[in-house]
């Protein structure tokens, strides 16, 4: 028993000395959900220009990332499971899916960049302005967007998307930033007829089909690093719209997490929405809006790019 239980440390050991080197010693991961082959919706980490299938590897692993953050240690059974895994397959060879899909909760922060405030000449908030949009709203990074027939201005807003990691309840704002997993890239697609429509409130005109595309892919914080040190950019048909920075982000994240934990508890999967940078459809001159036809291309550095169509 003795030299079973020593070969068995052995080979333990073999493996977390492998995955240090493949992944390194901290945990560095950009995290997809992909379909190959099937319609099974399946985890990734990528490496390289390579997927390793997480689930052909593990079986017992959830295949929804939201439920795979659920359980204990999540970060850790990825980078063990990638680190062991010989199963890949080539990024071009699967379909990228939104990196969340079905979180609990949605949550959006409105008018949260100081030169967006500035150039609409609005008063900076004193506190965030939340908002929530459906989960049945996301969409992927490289979908089509349905236009709706129900508004004529659709706008794009994008966004630097904060991913919960574990349950969050009275957090404080100096502890706040463990309870983060990892970010992405988001439209926060609006609606801005319908906020006139409905007395300014923020429900409707974030609530049409597919007016939250995600991803490509989750990173780590650690993947990132600072997140106020990223610039955001969207191109409608090619054509630079917004280019703004995540320094100048009013609310910062670890206050937002402080305040919503105030009220409601953050499940891991939650998405908090921190803000667009000036430059939204609205604010062009003369106001112009997405149609059918319209490719909108959206990029964070260190994250990613997505391009979806309007259709």
Same mark, same amino acid.
């Given at each position: ?44 980490? &990528? ?43 080539? &990024?071009?060879?699967?379909?990228? &899916? ?48 349905? #236009? ?27 502890? %706040? ?63 630079? #719209? ?28 939650? &998405? ?9 459809? %609205? ?29």
């Amino acid at each position: 028993m003795y030299i079973i239980l020593k070969r068995i440390r052995k080979v333990m050991n073999l493996v977390k000395k492998v995955s240090q080197n493949i992944l390194g010693n901290n945990p560095k991961m950009r995290i997809v959900q992909f379909r190959y082959g099937d319609d099974k919706t399946r985890i990734g980490v &990528l490496k390289n220009d390579r997927v390793v299938d997480v689930n052909a590897t593990d079986p017992t692993v959830p295949y929804s990332l939201v439920e795979f953050l659920q359980t204990r240690n999540p970060l850790d059974a990825l980078k063990r499971i990638a680190g062991s895994s010989s199963i890949e397959h080539n &990024l071009s060879d699967v379909k990228l &899916l939104s990196p969340i899909t079905k979180p609990d909760k949605i949550l959006g922060v409105a008018s949260n960049y100081k030169c967006d405030c500035t150039k609409r000449n609005i008063q900076f908030p004193k506190e965030p302005t939340v908002f929530t949009k459906f989960p049945s709203v996301i969409t992927g990074p490289y979908d089509e967007i349905p #236009k709706s027939p129900s508004t004529n201005a659709m706008d794009w807003e994008i966004e630097l998307v904060a991913v919960i990691g574990k349950t969050a309840k009275h957090v404080k704002a100096a502890d %706040a930033m463990d309870f983060v997993f990892g970010y992405t890239v988001t439209q926060d697609l609006t609606a801005k007829d319908w906020v006139m429509r409905n007395g300014g409130q923020l429900v409707m005109c974030k609530g049409f089909d597919g007016f939250c595309p995600l991803g490509p892919w989750i990173v780590t914080k650690e993947e990132l690093g600072d997140p106020y040190d990223v610039r955001l950019r969207t191109w409608i048909n090619g054509e630079l #719209k917004q280019d703004g920075h995540s320094s100048s982000m009013l609310q910062r994240i670890d206050k937002m997490i402080e305040y919503l934990s105030s009220v409601m508890t953050l499940l891991p999967g939650d &998405l908090i929405l921190t803000g667009t940078p000036y430059g939204v459809g %609205a604010s062009q001159i003369p106001p112009q809006y997405l149609k059918s036809g319209d490719v909108m291309e959206s990029e964070i550095d260190k994250i990613g790019k997505m391009s979806n169509k309007i259709v």
